[in-house]
């Protein structure tokens, strides 16, 4: 079936990574622009394959050019409602082409070719072959498909804007509905394949934390194929609608984490957040001296004002982990009334890049805009801090209360003069999460924890 593609095709090079030591070229990604689309069409030229601009063999080892990736499908039960999803997997194709990696999804892809598959004598148009037979191999109800692969600049600029506005399309359809409004919301496992555990639960106004799958694109795919990676959740008893915690939900994260979690809130970074596969397009973090929530996304080249850039924070709550105090969330939830409303919603954010605070400008209550702060405003959290006392952000409420809560601690301990605190939290385990932490011990020998969840049934502080 591949027999003219010079490269393996298999899912099992589905985990591949190209490093940079490895990489003939990069193609789209943080440096460059990019987009995939896939479109519904009349008259689609089965088979049709065409590379628009430089090919492989004529770019230059160790540069990145631009790239867009244009799928167009016909098929009698085909719906523009599957774009979305049908288009998400084309992340997971691309993955099966030995010598060749994608990563992310829409206009956030990044993609690179190992120099392996060039001296086998790889090209864009093999890659282009691969993806056709892959999706009709995967989507029966194709009957059509044509591929243009565009790696001309002013082309995938033009492309590029395109897709943006047909991105913008299927999202804002989504907008009109709330959690409310339906019965069941939709369970997404696509990304197990590198997080097991991980299981998207999207609702109307929690859309998947990709940014490419929302509610009526999982209501296509679950029609399409019930037995497939999307389907349905019944709501079931709601526990809590403020923090989005529904008896049934928890049921089916339960069976599909394979027991990992059993409880979920998708309107809060607290306690049960939502659990993050990789390809979050944003993450939110608790700024624990502040007791505020900052946001970072993809795109986001600095560093935080924790000090860590997008990667590392991802990397403390991806993999399909559930970790207190961070979630991976689209842009798209940002624009959502019940965005973490749990947790205050944007009376809780103290820190967003300049970029997405423009970017969600009309979503962003009017009373706060001026009062959140981004990497223009401030560096570090003292200066957050000062920022927020100068503009009155309301999260001062809530720090002036706690800072009370502890001076009334303090007072306490002191008056009593113990000096050994026990807390024992009734009969819940304190769970301190350590993305990285290097333990003192004698005779030379270091011991470094690395993404160690440490449970603790008694938490003892001494005083020095
Ligand atoms: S991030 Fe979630 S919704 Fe998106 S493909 Fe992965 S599992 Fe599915
Ligand atoms: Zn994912």
Do not use: G, I
């Given at each position: 079936m591949f027999e003219d593609i010079p490269v393996d095709v298999s899912p099992m090079y589905e985990g591949e990574r190209i490093r940079s030591a490895n990489m003939f070229v990069e193609l789209a990604g943080p440096k460059s622009i990019g987009a995939e689309l896939v479109q519904v069409k009349d008259n689609v030229e089965d088979g049709k394959i065409e590379v628009k601009g430089l090919e492989l063999a004529d770019m230059k080892e160790g540069e990145i050019y631009p790239l867009g990736i244009l799928i167009e499908i016909q098929g009698e039960k085909l719906e523009r409602e599957l774009e979305g999803v049908i288009e998400r997997r084309t992340h997971e194709l691309c993955n099966y082409v030995k010598g060749f990696m994608h990563l992310n999804q829409r206009d956030q892809i990044w993609c690179r070719v190992s120099k392996e598959a060039i001296e086998a004598g790889f090209k864009l148009e093999h890659l282009a072959k691969a993806l056709s037979i892959l999706f009709r191999e995967e989507f029966p109800i194709i009957e059509a498909i044509s591929i243009t692969i565009l790696t001309d600049k002013v082309d995938v600029e033009v492309f590029l804007e395109n897709a943006k506005s047909l991105y913008e399309e299927r999202d804002s359809r989504a907008r009109?509905?709330?959690?409310?409004?339906?019965?069941v919301f939709y369970g997404c496992v696509m990304c197990q394949s590198f997080a097991p555990s991980h299981v998207c639960v999207v609702t109307p106004d929690r859309t998947a934390l990709c940014g490419a799958i929302n509610w009526f694109d999982c209501r296509a795919a679950a029609k399409m194929d019930p037995e497939g990676p999307i389907f349905e959740i019944e709501k079931g008893k709601i526990l809590d609608e403020v923090k989005g915690e529904y008896e049934n939900v928890n049921v089916v994260v339960a069976d599909r984490s394979q027991g990992t979690f059993d409880r979920v809130y998708l309107h809060s970074v607290f306690e049960y957040p939502h659990t993050s596969c990789g390809c979050f397009e944003a993450v939110a973090f608790h700024i624990p001296e502040l007791d505020g929530i900052g946001i970072v996304d993809r795109d986001f080249k600095g560093e935080t004002p924790l000090g860590l850039p997008f990667s590392a924070m991802a990397g403390q709550c991806s993999g399909g982990k559930q970790v207190e105090g961070f979630t991976g969330l689209s842009l798209e939830y940002m624009r959502s009334p019940k965005f973490l409303q749990a947790d205050g919603g944007y009376e809780r954010v103290v820190w967003l890049p300049k970029e997405i605070k423009d970017e969600l400008a009309d979503y962003i209550p009017a009373d706060l805009i001026e009062k959140i702060p981004t990497e223009e405003d401030v560096n570090s959290i003292k200066e957050i801090r000062i920022f927020l006392e100068e503009k009155e952000h309301p999260i001062l409420e809530r720090l002036k209360v706690s800072t009370e809560e502890i001076e009334e601690d303090e007072k306490s301990v002191k008056s009593s003069e113990i000096e050994e605190i026990e807390t024992v939290e009734d009969s819940i385990s304190t769970v301190a999460y350590v993305p990285e932490m290097t333990l003192p011990t004698s005779r030379g020998i270091k011991i470094t924890l690395k993404n160690a969840k440490i449970y603790a049934e008694k938490v003892i502080i001494k005083r020095e």
């Open positions: 009109e509905l709330s959690d409310e409004d339906v019965d």
